[in-house]
């Protein structure tokens, strides 16, 4: 039983360092973006800030609450946030499968934000 419970800690405790990594590493992507870092701890605020440092429309905030579209949008705008801080499709990958990683890489890391103007640009 002991066993168990430690297991239990020990598993809440690797969550919890996951969750505050990743939290970090976005509040510093969104002031990187110059967009509010605290905007990061509140639900649906954060996603419309994301949609505005992709440049993707505000509105597909109402395609988040649909089934099955909603990941569709969600692995878009990751992908688009890679792109927007002069980053490939693998580290868009990345961001999707291990934020906690990846986040941090782009929040605390060398890379700047050139907006989604500017990485259509690079695209070509």
Known sequence: MELVAAFVVLFVLVGMAALVLTVVGMWRVF???DKPGWGV???IY???L???IVG???WWIILMFIPFVNLVISIIVV???AKVFGKGSGFGV?????PFIFY???GLGDAQYIGPGSAAVLEV
């Open 31 to 33: 002031t990187k973006a």
């Open 41 to 43: 701890l509140i639900p």
């Open 46 to 48: 954060n996603t419309v």
């Open 50 to 52: 994301m949609l505005e």
């Open 56 to 58: 993707r429309p505000i």
């Open 79 to 81: 992908l688009d946030m």
């Open 94 to 98: 990345g961001l999707l499968f291990l």
């Open 104 to 106: 941090p890489i782009l």
